[in-house]
């Protein structure tokens, strides 16, 4: 709004009464008046000074009113402009009007119709301003939104990470150079392309679908190997992407090159790979010589002696055990266990498995409590990767459990997962020690457990199976009460597989 | 009583093998590498064999292969001495690596030797 003493009007009028009448009208107003009494003197003021409003008299000597409007109309079109017609000559006023006067006001006028007509112009000009400002205001606005988006777009750009943007039909709608830089593809542009037409990777592709189809999926990272040249290992973190109602519009996958880390982390492995031979060799050829005196083959022994050996047999387990975990570290850490995913029968996995350890819980008399939801979902997992899962939790629910305790073990679905929980009734694991027992090496080190025997692999591993399964691990322990683990596992999913997203294209 | 030829580049491990079977009432020949041990299955005909499958000089599984492929020799039972991670994926390690190799049977290093005898016998067909 503009305040009342920025309003300046010129009043351009040959008859002094009115001049100076509207000066003295319009002054009182708390307006800028500046009067001229003829054409030429108030062209004059309107090229040198700044008016909002110019009250002009039509019928004067010389330039006429009519000319300077048209004049004024040329030099300032924001200015608006009264006219002053004598006795109502409406012909003049509709004229006037024509040429872009804003109003007229017929004479003789009253001081009211004078403060109403301005009134009205300083209305219009008030509107015009906010107008205006609104118009800078939104100019900004979709200026700032235009600098966001080229801001968001050169960032972007300019990531090492590759990134691939899909809507929710899977076809690629943004990329960034890195990605092209990644999977070599200068030739051809993404866009618009289907994500697996243009990667030709079925597993990305899953990725992807998963989270454009599974309602209330967040994100998934996985990786993936690349065996078109160059062959590369990627580390893909896909997510859908939602509007505010929480309808998915698509997708967007990060890619982070893991090449470098999976080569250096393939030495690692082998390294650990052979040196675990190494010592697993000599070490079963000790046990076995110990097993000969066990066995009474190289001659009588003393029920001491034969305490004594069996000790020994079973820290030589110990190790060999810790070795053995040790290498499925390595195997699976450089991706050879969990490649071999089928569809698996988690009730089947679960019960082979106990029946495996019931010699070993018989020992301390403990008892196996199942139950098992009947229609659980099937997985999609590598066998030996589960049965190695259970027989460590189970294996861990039996060495840290009281005699005479029970196991047990509980499998149902929950939303997209299988969950199953191992619980024992056994010690119970300190607080403080809780977060640490998935990381190797790390034992608990208490009275209850100075005689277990046990390589602090056993965890990690199970762990790091789950993880590369797309699962997840828990751990609750009450002290005295028990420990609860709880895995768990997305089930197995029906997703098209891109060749029948192929064939259904041909149909 | 049978001749079996025990193969294994560990001498502690041939030995101990060795003192298994001689207390079984065996007679033992032994080998400690690939070659040798393919050499003399096919120059002394044992009446069965155990082979180690990790050796330097030439794995067991080649060793299988060659003599299960050769008619001269494609009889005599083969005891396949394996260093496998957990009892439990035995299963789905012989359904991987025992299709390939023809062996008559599997054993876990380190030897039970109630487990080996057992095995023994039952590929002498003594059971």
Not at chain 1, 295 to 304: D, F, L, N, P, T
Not at chain 1, 316 to 335: A, C, H, P, Q, T
Request: charged fraction near 30%.
């Amino acid at each position: 709004m503009m305040n009342r003493d920025e309003i300046h009007i010129l009043v351009v009028d040959d008859e002094q009464v009115i001049r100076e009448g509207s000066r003295r009208i319009l002054t009182k107003e708390g307006w800028k008046v500046t009067i001229a009494e003829n054409g030429e003197e108030g062209l004059k003021f309107v090229k040198n000074n700044e008016f909002h409003i110019l009250l002009l008299d039509l019928m004067m000597p010389g330039i006429g009113g009519m000319e300077v409007l048209k004049r004024v109309r040329e030099t300032h079109p924001d200015l608006l402009v009264i006219v002053i017609t004598g006795y109502a000559t409406i012909e003049n006023a509709v004229e006037a009007m024509k040429n872009g006067a804003y109003d007229f006001i017929p004479k003789p006028f009253t001081p009211d119709q004078v403060r109403i007509v301005v009134r009205r112009a300083i209305d219009k000009i008030n509107l015009q301003r906010e107008a205006e400002l609104l118009r800078i205001e939104s100019q900004r606005s979709l200026r700032d939104v235009a600098n966001e988006k080229s801001r968001t777009l050169t960032i972007i750009n300019y990531m090492a990470d590759g990134v691939l943007v899909t809507d929710d039909n899977g076809n690629i709608v943004l990329n960034n150079p890195a990605i092209i830089r990644m999977l070599g593809r200068e030739e051809e542009s993404p866009l618009g392309k289907h994500i697996f037409d243009w990667t030709g990777n079925a597993e990305l592709s899953q990725m992807v679908e998963k989270v454009l189809n599974i309602e209330g999926s967040s994100s998934i990272s996985q990786e993936l190997a690349w065996e078109n040249p160059p062959k590369a290992f990627f580390m893909a973190h896909a997510a859908p992407v939602r509007n505010e109602q929480g309808e998915v519009l698509g997708s967007v996958t990060i890619f982070n090159d893991v090449t470098w880390f999976k080569e250096l982390d393939q030495m690692k492995s082998d390294f650990v790979d052979m040196v675990s031979h190494e010592l697993r060799s000599p070490l079963g050829s000790i046990r076995q010589q110990i097993s000969l005196f066990l066995e009474g083959m190289v001659g009588e022994i003393s029920k001491e002696q034969h305490q004594k050996l069996n000790r020994i047999q079973d820290r030589i387990d110990g190790l060999i055990g810790m070795i053995n975990n040790l290498l499925d570290l390595s195997r699976i850490e450089g991706g050879h266990l969990v490649q071999k995913k089928e569809t698996l029968a988690i009730r089947e996995i679960i019960e082979g498995v106990i029946e495996l350890m019931t010699p070993e819980a018989k020992k301390k008399n403990l008892k196996f409590i199942v139950s098992m939801e009947p229609d659980i979902f099937s997985l999609h997992a590598d066998q030996q990767s589960m049965e190695t899962v259970f027989t460590n939790l189970l294996s861990n629910a039996i060495k840290y459990n009281r005699n005479d305790g029970s196991i047990f073990i509980n499998a149902r679905n929950l939303g997209e997962f299988v969950e199953i929980k191992v619980a024992d009734t056994g010690v119970g694991i300190a607080k403080a020690d809780l977060h640490r027992i998935f990381d190797k090496f790390f034992r608990i080190r208490t009275e209850d457990t100075r005689k277990v025997i046990g390589s602090g692999l056993g965890l990690p591993l199970v762990k790091t199976i789950i993880e590369a399964h797309l699962g997840t691990i828990a751990v609750e322990s009450k002290a005295k009460e028990g420990t609860t683990f709880i895995v768990q596992l997305p089930r197995e999913i029906d997703i098209p597989s891109p060749d029948s997203r192929i064939l259904h294209l041909l149909k | 009583m049978a001749r079996i030829l025990v193969v294994d580049d560990d001498p502690d491990l041939v030995e101990s093998v060795s003192v298994i079977l001689e207390n079984k009432k065996h007679e033992v020949i032994t080998a400690y590498g690939g070659v040798e041990g393919l050499e003399k299955a096919k120059r002394e005909k044992p009446d069965a064999m155990i082979l180690d499958v990790m050796m330097p000089d030439k794995n067991g599984y080649d060793v299988c292969k060659e003599l299960k492929a050769d008619p001269g020799y494609q009889n005599i039972p083969i005891l396949l001495l394996t260093a496998v991670a957990s009892k439990i994926s035995t299963t789905t390690y012989t359904h991987q690596m025992g299709m390939e190799t023809e062996a008559d049977d599997y054993i876990d290093k380190p030897v039970e030797p109630k487990e080996l005898v057992r095995l023994v016998e039952r590929l002498l067909g003594n059971n």
